[in-house]
């Protein structure tokens, strides 16, 4: 039995919100929980549920989602190497079988490949149902592993992992390929609600998030990553939901995008790797249970559903907090003062 002591130690947790959403994977007024030390984080994102639920609803929409694990395998060169991917990549059917009698909800999506010498590096895309997915993909790849190392006896094992996953750390891979749920989050913001909510104008928006977020981006080195503070509303999100924190790495390499419409802002935040599962590990605990069943992510649905709309409404809380946070810094000196107030 599992020991619960360990559980003893409560994170501060606010409820935000509710926050007007619209779309089918989400729909309505939903308030979310964000478990945190930061204590500005609250009543920022809770302006921007104000401004969703008086600009008509956050949309929310999918794009893609798979869970992803890479197999490592030597080979004595690199001709060996990539005939024997060239003869896997003909028995795709054959890998899939494999994939799916690890799991009743395991589904392999794709292949793909990429060689380093006599390196073979293999990535199986995973549907995974209402899962993140994390332990179902990398049972799925052992079992694939082993099939391809009897067929394939010219290869040997060099990892279960071979981090091309990307698993936890800053890639181009996931942007590219996919890892999680692929997730646009978008509004438009009336006029007069940027100037009366946030205090500032849709130029000014624009403006820093062109600056700060992709030219400030630009010179620091970021990968595939254009936003002010998304990593916040993740991490107090996935705390609160039973995630794996980790995987706000992923998660985080995402990109506000904004347009001034005359005068009405026009506000996304695109996320390509945003991993979130409704159940598995952590999902037990009663505290995480309970938020989620507030949320409706436990409800009678489609495998898949509700961990869809986890992350829609996911998408939402980090549209809600990072639309606050830019708000905030067109106006010199906000920043500073709210967050003296607020933790000392």
């Known amino acids: 039995m599992r020991d619960r002591s360990t559980y003893t130690t409560p994170l501060p947790t606010q409820w935000v919100g509710p926050i007007a959403f619209r779309g089918s994977i989400v729909d309505g007024e939903i308030s979310a929980p964000l478990a945190t030390y930061e204590k500005p984080l609250w009543p920022s994102t809770a302006r921007g549920a104000i401004v969703s639920r008086r600009s008509g609803g ?48 395991a589904r392999l999506i794709d292949l793909n490949r990429q060689f380093a010498g006599n390196l073979l590096f293999v990535r199986l ?31 040997a094992y060099a990892s279960i992992s071979g981090n091309m996953c990307t ?55 970021s990968l595939r990553t254009a936003n002010a503070h998304f990593a916040n509303m993740l991490l107090g ?6 995630q794996d924190a980790a995987n706000i790495i992923e998660a985080s390499q995402s990109m506000v995008h904004c347009e001034d419409r005359d005068g ?31 949320m409706g992510c436990q409800d009678e649905r489609a495998p898949g559903d509700n961990a869809r709309r986890l992350a829609g409404i996911c ?3 980090v549209l809600c907090g990072e639309l606050s946070l830019l708000a905030a ?15 000392r």
Not at 134 to 151: C, D, F, P, R, Y
Not at 329 to 343: I, S
């Open 167 to 221: 698993d936890k750390k800053t890639s181009a891979v996931n942007g590219l390929l996919g890892r999680g749920k692929y997730v646009v989050a978008d509004m438009l913001i009336p006029k007069r609600i940027v100037e009366r909510v946030l205090h500032s104008s849709a130029d000014k928006i624009v403006r820093l998030n062109y600056e700060k977020n992709y030219v400030g981006s630009t010179i620091a080195g």
């Open 125 to 155: 895309e995973c549907a995974t149902g209402d899962a993140s997915g994390h332990n179902m993909v990398t049972k799925a790849a052992e079992a694939v592993q082993n099939w391809i190392l009897s067929e394939y006896p010219e290869l």
């Open 329 to 343: 810094q067109t106006n010199p000196g906000e920043l500073v003062r709210t967050h003296m107030e607020l933790e």
């Open 58 to 105: 956050i949309n929310v929409t999918l794009v893609d989602e798979r869970m992803t694990r890479s197999l490592a395998f030597r080979a004595t060169d690199g001709a060996s190497a990539i005939a024997a991917w060239n003869a896997i990549q003909t028995r795709q059917d054959e890998v899939a079988t494999v994939v799916s009698s690890t799991s009743r909800f």
């Open 264 to 294: 009405d802002l026009y506000f996304s935040c695109t996320f390509p790797n945003l991993i979130v599962g409704s159940v598995g590990a952590g999902k037990d605990i009663p505290e995480i249970q309970e938020n989620l069943e507030k």
């Open 315 to 317: 998408a939402g809380v």
């Open 237 to 242: 999100f996935y705390l609160a939901t039973g």
